[in-house]
């Protein structure tokens, strides 16, 4: 059994679509982050390894490709892992002045991997010929090239550029004012905040709606009434329901006869994931990283023992909900009335659900530190992630199909 975990993180093109998932690994002997192809150790190539041979690659990033970061010590066993090399993007690092590593890359590449070259401004500008590469990415707040020039000519090669870690809106205007092509980084998940914190009008009334449905003093028949009267919102609930994912084994025709079978807060959270959907907002990723992340947050929160998951789930899924709304975390709090602990969770990440959603992210973005090993043991947060992935593909085909 694998003791470890395998994180996505999306990188988005130019025009903020879904490119590929960089992949985070970590397990419990290699508890740093293995964040670049400098790390080297048998318990990073261990975990790498382990995590090749026990996890699908198609369970985490479907049909798309993953990123993996490969050190520097696994360079000479690429062999050894497990996974498609169709679907696997190879990040290694990169030295213009060692030809024996060069050498190795170009057979990497000659056997059918997709190289991505890990550098800064200087490799890229010292990068004459890139031709055995995909990609060539570089850290965003490492220091730049002065001129879009070599940028140019890794594209003339048929190079992308990508940049990592990317946090603020001055960065990411700057790398795409360079030219570069695939993005990653927290920017993506953080409200663009416009002035006097103004947001459209079918953001303001999903607000409003979602208000309402998560009013602690809600009744069943206020529920009822609120969901049939908007025609959509009741379709797509009943629509969610009598998909075959949910395996129910009489069709259900009825709001009411939903919110009895099911559970209010059920039927409470599956409304928000549909309001979710009903908003135009850009990385469209958002969407499946909030379900994911409610999902697992429940599944973990049940194989955990813990009493109302209905409230891991809202928190998980409402834990991306400042950047769809593109308003603070705290401002949206207040308007949505939630309960004591789901607003701790999602201000302050405190309490039970806050330090088990901390937990999930920390691991999520391949940091298995000793306070998390217990989501660890037995594949237990592994096992949650991924079918929670399963799950959210299903809903987001049920609402779109």
């Not at 960065?171 to 920017?187: A, C, H």
């Amino acid at each position: 059994m694998f003791n470890g975990f395998v994180g996505r993180i999306p990188i988005y093109d130019r025009r903020l679509d879904l490119f590929a998932y960089d992949l985070k690994v970590c397990g419990i002997q290699s508890s740093s982050p293995i964040t670049g192809p400098g790390n080297s150790g048998e318990a990073v190539d261990y975990a790498v390894i382990r995590a090749s041979e026990e996890i699908i690659l198609s369970d985490l990033v479907g049909r798309n490709c993953g990123f993996l970061v490969v050190p520097d010590s696994l360079l000479d066993r690429v062999s050894d892992l497990s996974w498609p090399k169709e679907q696997v993007v190879l990040r290694v690092s990169f030295d213009a002045r060692s030809k024996e590593r060069i050498d190795c890359i170009r057979e990497l590449s000659q056997a059918g991997y997709k190289i991505a070259i890990e550098g800064n401004s200087q490799t890229l500008e010292a990068l004459q010929d890139a031709r055995f590469a995909s990609v060539c990415s570089i850290d965003a707040a490492a220091r730049l090239p002065q001129t879009s020039s070599c940028i140019s000519r890794l594209h003339d090669q048929g190079v992308k550029l990508f940049a990592r870690n990317v946090a603020s809106p001055a960065q990411y205007e700057q790398l795409q004012s360079l030219g570069f092509d695939l993005y990653q980084g927290r920017y993506f998940e953080q409200p663009k905040l416009a002035k006097n914190n103004f947001i459209a009008a079918n953001k303001t009334a999903v607000l409003e709606l979602l208000a309402r449905l998560h009013d602690p003093k809600v009744t069943i028949q206020e529920v009822e009434t609120l969901v049939t009267k908007d025609v959509t919102l009741s379709y797509k609930i009943l629509r969610l329901i009598n998909t075959a994912y949910f395996g129910i084994p009489r069709r259900i025709e009825s709001i009411r006869r939903a919110v009895i079978f099911f559970g209010l807060d059920r039927i409470k959270n599956w409304a928000s994931v549909i309001l979710f959907s009903a908003v135009e907002y850009k990385p469209g990723e958002l969407m499946t990283t909030a379900l994911v992340r409610a999902r697992t947050c429940e599944i973990l929160a049940e194989k955990l023992g813990r009493q109302g998951t209905e409230s891991y789930f809202i928190s998980g899924l409402f834990s991306i909900l400042d950047a769809i709304i593109d308003l603070p975390m705290p401002d949206i709090v207040e308007k949505l009335r939630l309960s004591e602990e789901i607003c701790a969770a999602l201000v302050h990440g405190s309490g039970p659900i806050g330090e088990l959603m901390k937990g999930f992210l920390s691991i999520e973005n391949g940091a298995c530190c000793p306070s998390v090993s217990r989501l660890l043991n037995n594949g237990l947060a592994l096992d949650a992630y991924t079918d929670a992935i399963r799950w959210a593909n299903a809903v987001s085909h049920a609402l779109t199909d």
